[in-house]
């Protein structure tokens, strides 16, 4: 078993939509939780960063953190052309150790 | 890219043959990290420095070597390239205090014939 499952889409989405990205995990001891945007032939960027349970929003994102559930989300309100990207999460246990990367979401935001 | 540079930023190369990719950054961090990504695998750590000389293997390190005499260059070497090495690689870099937070460079595409 993986130690992070991320739906690999492709989800295509109209403009303006909310859109709702996943991720769920195994291991308990994971307390960290990222999300990155990548868009095609880049690097990953670090859009938001989370630290145990609870939300965190910035602007149109909002990212979500079920510790009971071993369930992350990101959700993007208002979703624009310029989201289209492959989003990927990643987790770690903390300061020090081995980050944990989904397999990335591919998002098509359509005008 | 947060002040990092990879280089060559595309190469095509020759099974059995040595390749050396180099990263270098500007910020001054102190870890820092060698990824490839491949579909259905994401991000996998090869390596990774928590500082001058010293040196970490991560998940995938067989075939693979690293050196880090300079705080800016983090060189991964392929010893004896093989075609289960044809990737896209990426270096990261992440202070010392925030590690869970990792900032990436562009990338690497190796393409091992």
């Known amino acids: 078993q993986k130690e992070v499952e991320q739906d690999p889409g492709p989800l295509s989405v109209p403009e303006g939509a909310i859109v709702s990205l996943n991720c769920t995990y195994s291991n308990s001891a994971f307390q960290y939780f990222m999300w990155y945007r990548q868009y095609s032939r880049k690097g990953p960027e670090l859009l938001m960063y989370?630290?145990?349970?609870g939300n965190k929003e910035d602007g149109r994102f909002t990212a979500q953190v079920d510790k009971s559930s071993k369930y992350i989300s990101l959700f993007i309100r208002d979703s624009q052309p310029s989201d289209s990207a492959t989003y990927l999460c990643?987790?770690?246990?903390?300061?020090?150790?081995?980050?944990?990367f989904g397999t990335g979401t591919s998002l098509t935001v359509i005008p | 890219d947060a002040g990092i540079t990879q280089s060559p930023r595309h190469k095509v190369t020759e099974t059995g043959t040595p390749v050396t990719l180099r990263c270098h950054q500007t910020e001054n961090h102190r870890y820092m990290y060698w990824y490839r990504q491949d579909p259905g695998h994401g991000l996998r750590l090869i390596h990774y420095?928590?500082?001058?000389?010293?040196?970490d293997k991560g998940e995938v390190s067989d075939g693979y070597s690293v050196s880090r005499s300079k705080t800016e260059d983090f060189l991964l070497t392929l010893e004896s390239a093989t075609s289960s090495q044809t990737s896209v690689y990426f270096c990261?870099?992440?202070?010392?205090?925030?590690?869970?937070?990792?900032?990436f460079g562009p990338g690497t595409r190796l393409l091992v014939l």
């Open positions: 990261a870099i992440s202070e010392s205090v925030r590690r869970e937070t990792q900032y």
């Open positions: 420095s928590y500082g001058v000389k010293d040196t």
């Open positions: 989370t630290y145990s349970s």
């Open positions: 990643a987790m770690s246990a903390g300061t020090g150790n081995q980050f944990y």
